[in-house]
């Protein structure tokens, strides 16, 4: 009975420390879960679901091959769907059961241009004929748009993959096990040379041996499949992205709103560089483009006449976004470059189209800013008639505007903290009041509020308003018995209107762009503004 009992330990021992070390060679799980699928040639892009490059551990890879220069941008799926249109577009939205990615075909019509560098992204990486993006974040709504030039057959194949941490936790203690059975079978076979055994001992072993290998043997063969059972397939796992928001998203992340800031920027500067009107309207509109417009005129004809600051961009003070899912889009930014701080609004035409700027003021020296709502979260976008302030938006550009023409002991100035661009307005119409007088002329001055006006919430009780005041001051020659006086023009009105002196009206027209806070109760106060030249005019 020994020597079967030693030769039954020695070979389980064998058995289930082999299958230990399969389990750890052979039958070891790949260091990788990959999926691939191959996109159809008549497919331009492709978008891969929110929750897709986690539906295992990250960090997830995600490459796409093809042929010329590739982009993967992401997004939340929100913006990536309106990006698309009605382009067509391959949906990855699962895995498929023989180890692929399920991909749903979406019709359309639309062409599709090359989604690189478009300021809706929220970042992108781009290669040639390959682009390969890592990914550890939460799915959250994040969703990726892959695709090269915008036409069909780019995109040829894309795989997600993930790294294997499946664990064997029954291979080293199989091995133990076995190792353990296999030298206990030894030690047997060494004491059993010691001990004499009967004839009758010897088939009786004979007999019991038998009956106990009947019995091992069905062990032997339970124990591979235990082991093949329990590699059976699992459910494929679903992507999990969070719900959709109930209300709208914030419009631009940080490090998308520093991207959009440096592309505004430089472009602006370049077309300031050579006047061009044509380049600063790929990144200009609104009130932004008719002050530099405007600028630009005035330049050709007065050299050393200046243009509107650039755009202050060394830093992003406050991402101040607004919450939004909707076009075109509204954002705005507080920055900085030296001790020249900004509040710069953006707008977006169309989700493909670039942000361009669509006013800039100079925020007032040692300004107090109200708390802005987290960037992550967003503000409102106020409807400028909402009366939810102490005064409307609307009004409180146009209240300005009036007290501008009308002086500091108007009514509509009382409306508002002393500031000292009105005080600046002021004194200089008395000066130029007292001027004209002098000179037997007369000066008469106009403010016409704008209705391009942008209103953004706060944290608080609060609302920061951007508008436009229209300014002109006319100052005419005295008239009297059919007798007109002449005027004497200095810069930049004589180069404008091309003569010295003349006996016609002269109108100088500026345009200013202002910033407000308004509060729920108090006076509404003045926080920035940006004046320039616009034109001057014989009438």
């Known amino acids: 009975m020994r020597y079967t009992l030693a030769v039954i330990l020695m070979v389980v021992g064998v058995v289930v420390g082999g299958l230990g070390i399969l389990q750890k060679t052979l039958w070891a799980p790949d260091d990788q879960?990959?999926?691939?699928?191959?996109?159809?040639?008549?497919?331009?892009?492709?978008?891969?679901?929110?929750?897709?490059?986690?539906?295992?551990e990250t960090p997830a890879t995600l490459e796409a091959k093809g042929s010329g220069d590739l982009t993967i941008a992401q997004a939340p799926?929100?913006?990536?769907?309106?990006?698309?249109?009605?382009?067509?577009?391959?949906?990855?939205?699962?895995?498929?059961?023989?180890?692929?990615?399920?991909?749903?075909?979406?019709?359309?019509?639309?062409?599709m241009p090359s989604p690189a560098g478009a300021d809706l992204w929220t970042a992108?990486?781009?290669?040639?004929?390959?682009?390969?993006?890592?990914?550890?974040?939460?799915?959250?709504?994040?969703?990726?748009?892959?695709?090269?030039?915008?036409e069909p057959g780019d995109v040829k194949t894309v795989t997600i993959s993930w790294p294997n941490h499946a664990e064997t936790p029954w291979a080293i203690p199989l091995m133990i096990i076995g190792g353990a059975l296999f030298v206990g079978g030894i030690v047997v076979l060494f004491f059993n040379r010691k001990s004499a055994k009967k004839e009758?001992?010897?088939?009786?072993?004979?007999?019991?041996?038998?009956?106990?290998?009947?019995?091992?043997?069905?062990?032997?063969?339970?124990?591979?499949?235990?082991?093949?059972?329990?590699?059976?397939?699992?459910?494929?796992?679903?992507?999990?992205?969070?719900?959709?928001?109930?209300?709208?998203?914030?419009?631009?992340?940080?490090?998308?709103?520093?991207?959009i800031l440096d592309s505004v920027a430089d472009d602006i500067k370049a077309a300031d560089k050579k006047t061009d009107s044509a380049k600063l309207k790929k990144r200009a509109t609104g009130p932004a483009l008719q002050q530099r417009e405007d600028a630009y005129k005035v330049q050709e004809k007065v050299e050393k006449q200046k243009l509107p600051p650039a755009v202050a961009k060394e830093k992003v003070v406050v991402n101040y976004t607004a919450a939004t899912d909707s076009w075109?889009?509204?954002?705005?930014?507080?920055?900085?470059?030296?001790?020249?701080?900004?509040?710069?609004?953006?707008?977006q035409e169309d989700p493909r189209s670039d942000y361009k700027l669509w006013s800039q003021t100079q925020l007032v020296p040692g300004t107090k800013l109200p708390d802005i709502p987290d960037s992550r979260q967003g503000s409102a976008l106020l409807d400028p008639k909402t009366k939810d302030f102490v005064t409307t938006p609307e009004k409180a550009?146009?209240?300005?505007?009036?007290?501008?023409?009308?002086?500091?002991?108007?009514?509509?100035?009382k409306k508002f903290e002393t500031d000292d661009f009105s005080k600046s307005i002021w004194k200089n119409q008395a000066a130029q009041k007292k001027s004209a007088e002098d000179g037997k002329a007369e000066v008469d001055y106009k403010y016409t509020s704008g209705k391009e006006i942008v209103a953004q919430g706060t944290a608080g009780d609060a609302a920061v308003v951007t508008g436009v005041v229209e300014a002109e001051s006319t100052i005419s020659?005295?008239?009297?018995?059919?007798?007109?006086?002449?005027?004497?023009?200095?810069?930049?009105?004589?180069?404008?209107?091309?003569?010295?002196?003349?006996?016609?009206?002269?109108?100088?027209?500026?345009?200013?762009?202002?910033?407000?806070?308004?509060?729920?109760?108090?006076?509404?106060?003045?926080?920035g503004g940006l004046e320039t030249l616009s034109g001057v005019e014989l009438k």
């Not at 879960?33 to 891969?48: F, G, K, R, S, Y």
């Not at 249109?85 to 023989?98: M, Y």
């Not at 550009?397 to 100035?413: I, N, T, W």
């Open 33 to 56: 879960i990959t999926a691939t699928t191959e996109i159809d040639a008549d497919t331009p892009a492709v978008v891969v679901d929110p929750g897709m490059l986690n539906l295992y």
């Open 77 to 111: 799926i929100e913006n990536v769907d309106a990006w698309t249109g009605n382009s067509p577009v391959a949906h990855v939205t699962g895995l498929a059961p023989d180890g692929g990615l399920t991909v749903k075909p979406e019709n359309g019509d639309a062409k």
């Open 124 to 150: 992108e990486v781009t290669g040639a004929d390959s682009v390969k993006l890592d990914w550890t974040d939460d799915a959250n709504r994040t969703g990726f748009l892959i695709a090269g030039s915008g």
């Open 200 to 259: 009758k001992n010897r088939r009786t072993a004979r007999q019991e041996r038998r009956r106990k290998l009947a019995e091992y043997g069905t062990a032997f063969a339970i124990v591979p499949v235990l082991a093949l059972s329990a590699c059976g397939p699992e459910e494929l796992p679903k992507p999990e992205p969070s719900e959709a928001p109930s209300t709208a998203a914030a419009g631009v992340n940080d490090d998308q709103a520093k991207r």
């Open 328 to 347: 075109p889009r509204m954002t705005s930014l507080i920055t900085s470059a030296g001790n020249d701080t900004q509040l710069l609004v953006l707008t």
């Open 397 to 413: 550009v146009s209240d300005y505007a009036k007290a501008l023409g009308s002086g500091k002991d108007s009514k509509e100035a």
């Open 477 to 527: 020659p005295e008239s009297v018995d059919g007798r007109t006086g002449t005027l004497t023009l200095s810069t930049p009105q004589k180069e404008l209107t091309g003569s010295d002196s003349t006996q016609k009206p002269v109108t100088t027209k500026t345009t200013q762009v202002l910033t407000f806070l308004v509060p729920k109760d108090g006076k509404v106060r003045l926080i």
